[in-house]
């Protein structure tokens, strides 16, 4: 499984930017597509993910109501739509999906990186 994440840019603080990550390759991984973030000096966290088979969502704190993620289940494509963003969502942004085994994200994309300027 291979994927590519891409949209990422500079972008003024309150701005909007719109994430995609395209999975590919046999197969096209498994039930969750998540993205993720880490800024500078920062560990890796969670920002959203969303499960095909059911179509739920989770969000981190820190970004509900101002990110929303969505996607095709059929081309394994994911999105994530940010907007009133924030300094510190400056991050490079990663895409990722679980393998066989749920519980685990198995495959990562590349990143894309954001900064939000003031």
């Known amino acids: 499984v291979q994927l590519q994440a891409s949209g990422g840019g500079l972008v003024q603080a309150g701005g909007s930017l719109r994430l995609s990550c395209v999975a590919s390759?046999?197969?096209?991984?498994?039930?969750?597509m998540g993205w993720f973030r880490q800024a500078p000096g920062k560990e890796r966290e969670s920002v959203a993910r969303i499960r095909w088979s059911t179509g739920s969502t989770f969000y981190a704190d820190s970004v509900k109501g101002r990110f929303s993620i969505s996607g095709d289940s059929a081309k394994r494509t994911a999105y994530l739509q940010m907007n009133g963003l924030k300094l510190e969502d400056t991050a490079v942004y990663f895409c990722a999906t679980t393998g066989p085994d749920s519980s685990r994200y198995d495959y990562w994309g590349q990143g894309t990186l954001v900064t939000v300027s003031s």
């Open positions: 390759g046999h197969p096209f991984g498994g039930d969750f």
